[in-house]
Nanobody
Framework: QVQLVESGGGLVQAGGSLRLSCVAS????????MGWFRQAPGKEREFVAA????????LYADSVKGRFTISRDNAKNTVYLQMASLKPEDTAVYYC???????????????????WGQGTQVTVDS
């Protein structure tokens, strides 16, 4: 079955950087668009970024545009989220997600994703 495993979270000072990784297994990774979401305490899960299966197109939430970069290495079955200029409001559990259907478009709605990782905590200290 499809498994997604995130890593790279931690505690960082405001203005700092982190890189999250998500390793996928169980199917042909290169055929699927991928997304990153986050959920802060008491808030709904929100879209952060998405990357097309080919890697040639990306999409970002306005709140992270210009600070976060999503990328993928299909040879390593891995999608990354490089986060810079971190703010306390970026504190959340970050999840990677994958859809059921291959060769699909960029997706920014959580219900359009079928597989989720366990999440990795990112805490930004002011």
């Amino acid at each position: 079955q499809v498994q997604l495993v995130e890593s790279g979270g931690g505690l960082v000072q405001a203005g700092g950087s982190l890189r999250l990784s998500c390793v996928a297994s169980g199917r042909a990774f290169s055929r699927y668009s991928m997304g990153w979401f986050r959920q802060a305490p008491g808030k709904e899960r929100e879209f952060v970024a998405a990357i097309r299966w080919s890697g040639d197109s990306t999409l970002y939430a306005d709140s992270v545009k210009g600070r976060f970069t999503i990328s993928r290495d299909n040879a390593k079955n891995t999608v990354y989220l490089q986060m810079a200029s971190l703010k306390p409001e970026d504190t959340a559990v970050y999840y990677c997600a994958a859809p059921l259907t291959p060769w699909g478009p960029l997706l920014r709605v959580a219900v359009e994703y079928d597989y989720w990782g366990q999440g990795t905590q990112v805490t930004v200290d002011s």
